[in-house]
Nanobody, 114 residues
Framework: QVQVLESGGGFVHPGGSLRLACAASGGTFSLTVISWYRQAPGKEREWVAD???????RYANSVKGRFTGSRDNDKDTAYLQMDNLKPEDTALYYC????????WGRGTQVTVSS
């Protein structure tokens, strides 16, 4: 079973930056599509970004131009660089690893507030 662990969340002021990391162990990371989702209080979980096996990325319109996904297959880790953060980005951010199985982490909290 693949173990997924997010890290890097925290508190920032509007306009600030954070870099989330997603470590996925126990599978073949290089063949795994990594996706980021988020869930704000009282709202449904929403898709944020995909990072494909070759490093290609797709983003939700709400984060396009501000968030950047990347991966380091040697470290079995993917990243989500989040710049120009807004209060509406406040949420619990989850990493989803889709390889032979689909596995989720427990999330890392991002809070953007003045």
């Amino acid at each position: 079973q693949v173990q997924v662990l997010e890290s890097g969340g925290g508190f920032v002021h509007p306009g600030g930056s954070l870099r989330l990391a997603c470590a996925a162990s126990g599978g073949t990371f290089s063949l795994t599509v990594i996706s980021w989702y988020r869930q704000a209080p009282g709202k449904e979980r929403e898709w944020v970004a995909d990072i494909n096996q070759d490093g290609g990325t797709r983003y939700a319109n709400s984060v396009k131009g501000r968030f950047t996904g990347s991966r380091d297959n040697d470290k079995d880790t993917a990243y989500l660089q989040m710049d120009n953060l807004k209060p509406e980005d406040t949420a619990l951010y989850y990493c989803r690893a889709a390889g032979r199985t689909i596995d989720w982490g427990r999330g890392t909290q991002v809070t953007v507030s003045s």
